[in-house]
């Protein structure tokens, strides 16, 4: 089994199909890549370094845009990527600015967040 | 020459063919909902009902959606017989839920709880009616039916990165195929096209159809700018970004390989609205599970197949769901919600075109009646889309 898989030539992330350790060494299309933290299965690696505000491809296609600067072999995840889409709480923001980071959805209880935010509005 | 692929169905007075033949009992209120599942379990097997919270202290657009929701279930193919439940001063028009039972061939009754004087003879009457038409019903036999005739509900949920990779592309296929044999597939949820909609437009038949999609696409953008609010917060949901999803974008490309590669999209229609053309058709539901697969077998699909990576129980109260996952931890842990295994896609152990042949045989029997997990747990989810407040 592979452990990490690419789906198109033009994507710069590949997602692991078993937890990556920091400082494995995989061969990704004949391509040497260290691994640079530990990534569970699932989530996604960095094939080669993306600068902030560079879009990050899968399936071919931008799945958002870098907000940090993302080293290769690194873990690219909610905390060094957003989402340009349905954003509404950003206030028009202009094309091709990094979004800001918010509150990381990994940080949080999951059950208790949704719960926390509601009663913020009322 | 090959046989052509097809199931045995129940063909139906108007033309349609129904996978299942069920008593529908249909409450034209909430008020009249926990009546209508009384009748629906005194009618058991066949007996199901459709319990809403709708029906009375809804405005325009709302109104209309659910009474037509409610028809198109009283219309749908996998139904044989109907009993609307009504209070008798709601806003939803029972006459008009059986009429539409009637014109399409079906049997039909309506049973009022103020004119019988009560819960108790509402329920009894009720019953009484049901079991007469489940007598009916079971006479009847199924048939040899092409499979053209199938209208397959794409539908996704509590997904992880196998979805994407696996079960996603698996059903997709079976799509691809199924089109290619002249039948239909409807594919739901805006929210989930969101960041993938190049990739459906550029399949439309019609340069109208592309530009219908995006407009819908845009409006739900819109809606959520305009609540001031982070879609971040449901799409991608915490489930999926613990399994590896980051943005909508990335979840969109996943879930859009339901709709297959090749697939032509024919048409962009409204919530429960007949879905009329061969081909795939985008559905304008929301991306909430039961509210979507309410809206696309109410737009006349007989069975949906629903892919899973963190697994999820929903069901239908009129048409069988058919669970597919491509984690193979989910399919162990939640064996008894997943009919079909394809996680040996994932390490290289089957191509998705051997997850795909067994997929489609499966749709093939679910369709000819084999229970899926959903029925034999008995999972009737239903909800109507509602988009404005309750006055």
């Known amino acids: 089994m592979k452990a990490v898989l690419v789906i198109s030539a033009r994507d710069n992330v590949a997602t692991a199909l078993e937890q990556l350790e920091r400082d494995r060494r ?26 902030a505000g560079e879009p990050v491809i899968k399936y071919g296609s931008p799945i958002g845009l870098a907000s940090a600067a993302i080293g290769a072999g690194a873990h690219v995840h909610t ?44 | 020459m090959t ?20 008593v529908l009992v249909v409450p034209t209120v909430i008020c009249s909902s926990l009546v209508a599942e009384r009748i629906a379990a005194a009618a058991l097997p066949l007996g199901t009902a459709v319990p809403h919270l709708a029906g ?35 806003q939803v028009i029972a006459q008009h839920l059986a009429k539409t039972a009637k014109r399409h061939g079906k049997l039909a009754e309506i049973v009022a709880i103020q004119a019988e004087g009560g819960t108790v003879r509402a329920t009894a009457k009720g019953a009484r009616i049901a079991q007469g038409f489940a007598g009916v019903l079971a006479t009847e036999e199924r048939e040899w039916c092409d499979i053209s005739d199938l209208v397959l509900s794409l539908k996704c949920g509590g997904s992880d990165y196998t979805s994407g990779l696996a079960s996603n592309p698996t059903l997709g296929r079976v799509t691809d195929r199924l089109v290619e044999l002249g039948g ?51 799409q991608p949901s915490p489930g999926n970004i613990r399994g590896g999803l980051t943005t909508i974008e ?3 490309l996943g879930a859009t390989h339901k709709g297959g590669e090749r697939a032509p999209l024919e048409d962009v229609v409204a919530y429960a609205a007949p879905i009329t053309r061969k ?14 697969v309410t809206g696309m077998v109410g737009g006349g699909a007989q069975v949906v197949v629903f892919t899973t990576g963190l697994g999820t129980p929903t069901g239908n109260p ?28 994932m390490d290289d152990s089957e191509t998705l075109d051997a997850a795909a042949d067994r997929l489609f045989a499966e749709v093939l029997a679910v369709a000819s009646g084999r229970q899926t997990a959903a029925e034999r747990l008995g999972h009737r989810e239903f909800a109507i889309h509602r988009r404005n407040p309750t006055i």
């Not at chain 2, 048409?319 to 040996?344: C, E, F, H, Y």
């Open chain 2, 184 to 234: 239909s597939a409807v594919l739901g949820e805006i929210a989930e096209i969101m960041g993938a909609e190049h990739v459906l437009a550029a399949r439309a038949t019609r340069p109208a159809t592309a530009t219908k999609l995006i407009q819908i696409i845009t409006r739900v953008e819109t809606e959520a700018r305009s609540l001031g609010l982070d879609i971040r917060g449901t």
């Open chain 1, 26 to 51: 995989l061969e990704v299309n004949g391509e040497a890549l260290v691994v640079r933290e530990t990534i569970p299965p699932g989530h996604k690696i960095a094939l080669h370094a993306i600068d």
């Open chain 2, 56 to 90: 009375c202290g809804q405005l325009g657009p709302d109104m209309r959606v659910t009474h037509d929701t409610l028809a198109a279930y009283c219309a749908h193919p996998n139904v044989g017989a109907v009993v609307v439940v009504a209070l008798g001063c709601e």
């Open chain 2, 250 to 252: 990335e979840k969109s």
């Open chain 2, 279 to 292: 081909g795939l058709t985008v559905m304008d539901t929301p991306g909430l599970d039961v509210e979507s």
């Open chain 1, 79 to 122: 905390h060094n990527v957003s989402s340009g889409r349905g954003r509404g709480d950003l206030a028009n923001p202009p094309d091709g600015e990094p979004a800001p980071r918010l509150a990381e959805p990994d940080d949080r209880d999951d059950l208790a967040g949704p719960v926390r935010s509601s009663r913020e509005i009322v």
């Open chain 2, 3 to 22: 046989e052509r692929p097809g199931f045995m169905g129940y063909r139906r007075p108007d033309g349609r063919v129904g996978t299942r033949n069920h």
């Open chain 2, 318 to 345: 009129i048409a069988p769901v058919l669970k597919i996952t491509g984690n193979a931890r989910t399919a162990r842990q939640m064996a008894d919600n997943i009919d079909l295994d394809v996680s040996a896609i």
